[in-house]
């Protein structure tokens, strides 16, 4: 299992009533269940035991592209029945299934470089027309589902909501507060040097996507990938001489 989110707990003094406090925060980086989460007992578990382990406010930072939709709709519905305070703050980007999770916030602040994306649920399906059919009505129901929590947040109509995603929609900071994903706007006091860098690219991609998925499809049909080639700098070397050599 690949875990994508990690916690720092640490006491603090509240310095108006001079008790001591647990100040946790959550930081999600990275593909959400990348590896492990449908069909899988253990790796839900383990978050919400770590979750409800603890008690207090809790501040969470997502750095994500997205990921399993089922994932992100689990530990959306974790956070949202957590007792206490969640603060959600957005310091790279909030897309696809990582925005689901955005939205379980108390309160969701956003940095003033940070991208939130929101788009329809994608998936692949194999099999005849009624099958295909099957997918299709999945997916619309997932959408429904997806923007239950959007409708939640931002107040704005199903329609609004549902071209929004149609059309997947890029957010700046300043777009995102206008249209209710996110409260504000984070200041310097907000920021964190506890943020641990990402393992993996935070760029979002298609092409990524869709390689990662045919790698999945060929392990599952037990065709081997086309590895990717990478040669040496010293080698390209050799091989411009040679050309500029050739006569």
């Known amino acids: 299992m690949k875990k994508f989110w990690n916690w720092k707990n640490r006491t603090v003094t509240n310095e108006e009533t001079q008790e001591q406090i647990q100040e946790r925060t959550l930081f999600l980086n990275g593909t959400i269940a990348e590896e492990s989460w449908f069909d899988d007992d253990v790796t839900p578990q383990l978050f919400k035991d770590e979750l409800m382990s603890g008690s207090g406010n809790i501040t969470v930072w997502i750095n994500s592209p997205g990921g399993d939709c089922v994932a992100a709709a689990q530990i959306y519905n ?13 310091d790279g980007i909030a897309a696809s299934a990582a925005s689901v999770i955005a939205m379980a916030g108390t309160k969701v602040l956003v940095s003033p470089v940070s991208m939130l994306m929101i788009h329809n649920p994608m998936t692949a399906a194999f099999g005849n027309s009624e099958e295909m059919q099957k997918a299709i009505e999945m997916l619309s129901s997932v959408k429904d589902s997806i923007i239950n ?11 609004k909501l549902s071209h929004l995603m149609d059309a997947e929609t890029w957010m700046d ?54 590895p990717n080639r990478t040669q040496k700098a010293t080698d390209l070397m050799e091989r ?8």
Not at 240 to 247: A, T, V
């Open 78 to 90: 974790m956070l949202m029945d957590y007792k206490g305070d969640v603060t959600v703050k957005i």
């Open 149 to 159: 929590a959007y409708e939640i947040k931002t107040g704005l109509s199903r329609a």
């Open 173 to 226: 900071a300043n777009k995102a507060v206008e249209l209710g994903f996110a409260d504000g706007i984070m200041s310097r006091a907000d920021e964190t040097e506890d943020i641990a860098a990402p393992t993996v690219s935070m760029l979002y991609s298609k092409a990524n996507v869709v390689n990662s998925l045919m790698e999945k499809i060929a392990a599952k049909c037990a065709i081997e990938p086309k």
């Open 240 to 247: 411009l001489n040679l050309i500029k050599n050739w006569r």
